[in-house]
């Protein structure tokens, strides 16, 4: 086990006021459109209709756990799956980094299922499973580095650095061992998922924008996409990310914005040099101010993937309008260099340079349940900086809350979106 447990402030990304943001009306009270009778509310479990709107690792997890017991599945999705922060985060794992919080058991439950998913799903080989030691370190871009060791590891403080990380770094510490955290490539995870889902469990996948949903009687009936294509279905889940602040069903009743992060993706001419440890750094930039706080993960591809440098910002409408601010790549591109000089412009291709939200919420909690109001309309996303950890465990809840009535997994109540029923929102 770790020693002390990180805690969420390790997270560069929790720590931003959020914006305001408008929203469209997307939620019409009564069926107009040219739609056949859905599927009837007594329909046995094996066969009831789901459709799925949102294809990011919560929207993919859950259209698994809900085809692998027996529901008819559609996933619906209007760019590309994974094609958001779910293809472009980190992927880092953590076991019990959460415990104290609220989403303890949600995370515990999901590095589980991570671990099983693994196993069943060939992992390692399929995107890049594995557990990690994690190490916390602080560094100064003002300091000379080291002299590059030959030895496969130096100790700095009471933790051991490997070799590579070869810059000025001081206050090391283990804080995650190979029991307690681990990582997966997020987009070949959610890919790799979702092509199962499909060829074991039918699951379908339609390309398209969700314009609206239908209802009769306050129930869920259908949901119509921008083009005019109409899913019947009996039961719909939302699981838009940070666009579910965009979707006036959602917003109207708790407010989901974006909190805009950076990444870089390197290749070293050198990977087998690159142990699998996991670096979270407390960075000092040479022109002084506070230390920043980027996260460094060695994939087993060979690549190294570097984040940090988060604002909050408006989320474009399309996932494909999201640019990276080049300011924030060249700090993260110093970052890299200045923590090994394997990883500086003459030693690595610079492979990807990308930005992508993350779906935060006003109490920094995800919002998983029953919508009120609107009978068989569920809702997924506010993940913040853990939904790669929380997607299994969150898909595998609602399959359970949506097929049984209940969720065992994880007692979803604290989630529940119940809980902005007449709170006031923050603008
Ligand atoms: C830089 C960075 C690093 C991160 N690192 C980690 C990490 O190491 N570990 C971790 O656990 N988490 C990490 N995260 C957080 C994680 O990536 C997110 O919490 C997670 O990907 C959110 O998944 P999602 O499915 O809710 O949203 P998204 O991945 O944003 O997916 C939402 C999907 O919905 C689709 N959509 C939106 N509107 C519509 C519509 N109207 N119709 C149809 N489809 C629609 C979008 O096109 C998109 O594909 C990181 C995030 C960032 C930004």
Redesign the pocket.
Known sequence: MAGTPPVSSFSP?LRYIPNSRSSTL?LIRSSSSPVTSPVSMDTPRETRKVVV????????CTAYFLAKNGAAVTL??????????????????AFDWCDGGPISALARASFNLHRSLSQELDGPKSYGYRALTTLSLTISESQKPSTPSNSSSKSTGNSVVPSWVDGPVQNTRTIGNTETTA?VH?QLF?RTLLSNAMEKYGVEVVI????KLTLEGGRFQSVV??DGRVINADAVVL??????G??EALSSLFRVYG?????IVLEPKEPEAITPHALFLGYYPAQGGRPIDP?M?PRPTGEVYL??M?AVAEVPE??EEITPNPESISVLKRVAKTVSSRLGEEEAELKAEQ?????CTDDDLPVIGKLPGVSECYV????????????PATGAAMAELILDGESVIVDLNRFSPARFVGRERNR
Not at 259 to 263: I, T
Request: aromatic share 10%.
């Open positions: 990304f997307t709107c949102g294809g990011g690792v919560i929207g993919v619906v999705e209007k760019s590309a799956i994974a094609c958001a922060a779910s293809g472009k985060a980190g992927g880092f794992l990582q997020p959610t398209g924008k969700l314009e996409l921008e699981a838009l990310g940070p666009w579910s965009k979707f909190l805009k992060a950076h990444s996260e993960y984040c940090g988060s399309n996932p930005a992508c939200f993350l779906p997924a996303t506010g993940h913040s900086c853990w939904g790669i950890l929380n997607g």
